[in-house]
T-cell receptor, first 115, second 113 residues
Framework: DVKVTQSSRYLVKRTGEKVFLECVQD?????MFWYRQDPGLGLRLIYF???????EKGDIPEGYSVSREKKERFSLILESASTNQTSMYLC??????????????FGPGTRLTVL | AQSVTQLDSHVSVSEGTPVLLRCNYS??????LFWYVQHPNKGLQLLLK??????LVKGINGFEAEFKKSETSFHLTKPSAHMSDAAEYFCVVSVGNTGKLIFGQGTTLQVKP
């Protein structure tokens, strides 16, 4: 089975802190994604990556950056956390082709609270 | 441009009665469509997917969905609700072949005993 793991289930940080959220997948997937999930808004794409060292902005990239130094790992960085970044963050991965075309596999999520 | 609209934010049914969660989509391409389920404090799990094969798609746990191009709909159904079906459900459309997905706002399904 595909496994996507995220470094923390719950995280509490203070305003202005630099925050790192880590995601690792074990299926050799090329594509990786970061979303935030807020009530009534569904999932919104923050950043995604098609390959190592590559990154693309999603729909709401402001206040975030990402890093992909290895194929299996995709990190989301909040340079200076703010209270409006309190949310559930979900990582996903997918393969670009084959019978699982477009299907994404999700990690358990990190619930981040910024005080 | 692609978009997806879930017509109900909250659906409540009694155990043993049918479930209907409604979803309309908009897509410039022949879309791939998905339903994902998220149980409380759990990650998202794929329920079923449509990728231009059969229009009636069967998924896990007795759920199914029918792709209706003329109505641009992909409604999720189950003949008989179980208490364990209580969760949030997301209708999702693919963005061409980019690998990106667009999520609906979600429908919370409540199942009453």
């Amino acid at each position: 089975d595909v496994k996507v793991t995220q470094s923390s289930r719950y995280l509490v940080k203070r305003t202005g802190e630099k925050v790192f959220l880590e995601c690792v997948q074990d299926m050799d997937h090329e594509n990786m994604f970061w979303y935030r999930q807020d009530p009534g808004l569904g999932l919104r794409l923050i950043y995604f990556s098609y390959d190592v060292k590559m990154k693309e902005k999603g729909d709401i990239p402001e206040g975030y950056s990402v890093s992909r130094e290895k194929k299996e790992r995709f990190s989301l960085i909040l340079e200076s956390a703010s209270t409006n970044q309190t949310s559930m963050y979900l990582c996903a991965s997918s393969s670009p082709g084959g019978r699982t075309l477009n299907e994404q596999f999700f990690g358990p999520g990190t619930r981040l609270t910024v005080l | 441009a692609q978009s997806v609209t879930q017509l109900d934010s909250h659906v409540s049914v009694s155990e043993g009665t049918p479930v209907l969660l409604r979803c309309n989509y908009s897509s410039s391409y022949s879309p791939s469509l998905f339903w994902y389920v998220q149980h409380p404090n759990k990650g998202l799990q794929l329920l079923l997917k449509y990728t231009s094969a059969a229009t009636l798609v069967k998924g896990i746990n007795g759920f199914e969905a029918e792709f209706k191009k003329s109505e641009t709909s992909f409604h999720l159904t189950k003949p008989s609700a179980h208490m364990s079906d209580a969760a949030e459900y997301f209708c999702v459309v693919s963005v061409g072949n980019t690998g990106k997905l667009i999520f609906g706002q979600g429908t919370t399904l409540q199942v009453k005993p």
